[in-house]
């Protein structure tokens, strides 16, 4: 069994920056690809940032520039650092990381943390 627990989420100002974590822990042999995903009241989950296990990312268009993903191997964490943050970044984030196990890969997800950016 795997857990994926995030933190950092919370309200900030338009223009602020938060720094979200997600630790993941249990039966894990190694990681593969981690990323970030939010979903905003009535839209669908979509992603924001992902990164492989050599550290190649890929980031949504919308956070280009303001939104940095990393990752720590030898703690088993995924962060996102968010800059600029505006109003439309209010969304619960959630990390998911393909882990490998003692036969197979599995993809796992956090339960989310509540970014609220104000106006």
């Known amino acids: 069994q795997v857990q994926l627990v995030e933190s950092g989420g919370g309200l900030v100002q338009a223009g602020g920056s938060l720094r979200l974590s997600c630790v993941a822990s249990?039966?894990?042999?190694?990681?593969?690809?981690m990323g970030w995903y939010r979903q905003a009241p009535g839209k669908q989950r979509e992603l924001v940032a992902v990164i492989t296990s050599g550290g190649n990312t890929n980031y949504a268009d919308s956070v280009k520039g303001r939104f940095t993903i990393s990752r720590d191997n030898a703690k088993n964490t995924v962060y996102l650092q968010m800059n600029s943050l505006k109003p439309e970044d209010t969304a619960v984030y959630s990390c998911?990381?393909?882990?490998?196990?003692?036969?197979?890969?599995?993809?796992?997800w956090g339960q989310g943390t509540q970014v609220t950016v104000s106006t």
């Open positions: 998911n990381a393909n882990i490998q196990g003692s036969f197979y890969a599995k993809t796992w």
């Open positions: 249990g039966s894990i042999f190694s990681i593969n690809a």
